[in-house]
């Protein structure tokens, strides 16, 4: 039997523990101290297909993302985390643009379902009473994710499974052609520590750095959540989540290294944005306050799949803020490394590696 440690139980650790503790062949173990993860503070919107980023490998990767939830889904047995409400794009001056790409995207998106351009009067019939309405790009697929309660249903199902869960921060060492977490010996590792990735192994290091997120979750009247996600030009998406207060988030902080800290400027400036749509909104209908760290590369594309020189080692980061749509499917792909050969890794952490 192959023991395999998982470091890490965001939205990538969680998902490749719960494909592994499907193959009694494995031993596996789920390491994650918890602190700070950004899957658990995230907004969780899936809507990959109008990005205008030129990096093929990332759009790819985005969308084999959106469409692998139904998979997950159905592997899972449950959907409570997933919310298919569509999603309105809005924009001043590229509508039409958007419109074209995604449209030239649509053969290969089946998960995108259908696209229509709103207007004002359309799209006020889709949001709640109070909200403001303009034109906008409506994409049916585009859904919500419950980030925390995704990871907590992975984790549950594989601990089902037998798998071991440890609450802890670990540091790996490789030996031997063996993994030494803990005092333990592990035959094959994946390392899905997000911005802890160069805190992770000893002399392993990648190109990622920190960014630092805030949201906040208002308390304002709205009657139920079956609303679209509104993704507006700019930095800051709002949704209505399952018990019906609106999000708002999240910020992009670069220079705040791994603080969790909430930052009353941050939060004003979330509320300051959310104005335009929501006009009544102020400081005291926020309810809570969610902080989580990033991880980003230089280049701001993620990286999966093996280390050379090390045996059975696989690493993803730098997914960003589109980690709970790419890092399902990701864990799954690092999950079935495990038991046959990948042909191509397009994303590969060597292009990544600074030691």
Request: glycine share 8%; hydrophobic share 40%; charged share 25%.
């Amino acid at each position: 039997m192959m023991k395999i440690a998982v470091i890490g139980g965001g939205i990538v650790g969680s998902t490749t523990a719960f494909y592994l503790s499907q193959n009694k062949d494995f031993d596996v173990t789920l390491f994650d101290e918890g602190v700070g993860q950004a899957t658990s503070a995230a907004v969780g919107i899936i809507c990959p297909w109008v990005s205008q980023r030129r990096n093929k490998e990332w759009y790819d990767l985005v969308r084999e993302g959106a469409e692998f939830y139904q998979p997950l889904i159905s592997d899972l047995e449950d959907d409570s985390f997933y919310y298919n409400n569509g999603t309105l794009i809005f924009h001043d001056t590229l509508l039409d643009k958007l419109e074209k790409i995604a449209i030239k995207r649509l053969p290969d998106a089946p998960a995108m379902k259908s696209i229509k351009k709103l207007s004002e009067s359309e799209v006020k019939e889709l949001l709640p009473d109070g909200f403001t309405a303009k034109e906008a790009l409506f994409v049916e697929g585009g859904s919500q994710i419950d980030g925390k309660q995704l990871v907590c249903l992975l984790k549950d199902k594989a601990s089902r499974n037998g798998i071991r869960l440890e609450e802890k921060k670990v540091v790996v060492t490789f030996e031997n052609g063996h993994y030494i977490i803990d005092g333990e010996v592990f035959d094959g590792c994946v390392m899905a520590t997000g911005a802890w990735i160069n805190q992770t192994m000893d002399g392993l290091l990648f190109d990622v750095r920190p960014q630092k997120g805030q949201l906040i979750e208002t308390k304002i009247p709205i009657t139920h959540n079956n609303f679209p996600v509104l993704m507006p030009k700019g930095e800051i998406d709002i949704l209505i989540n399952k018990e019906g207060n609106v999000v708002v988030g999240a910020s992009h902080e670069n220079d705040k290294d791994f603080d969790l800290n909430q930052d009353e400027a941050v939060i004003a400036s979330l509320i300051q944005g959310a104005h335009e749509w929501i006009p009544e909104l102020t400081r005291d209908d926020v309810v809570s306050i969610r902080v989580g760290t990033r991880a980003h590369t230089s280049n701001f594309s993620p990286f999966y799949g093996p280390v050379s020189s090390y045996p059975h080692l696989y690493v993803a980061s730098g997914l960003g803020s589109s980690g709970l749509t790419s890092g399902p499917y990701i864990g799954y792909i690092l999950a079935k490394a495990f038991v046959e050969e990948i042909e191509s890794w397009p994303l590969h952490p060597d292009q990544f590696r600074i030691q």
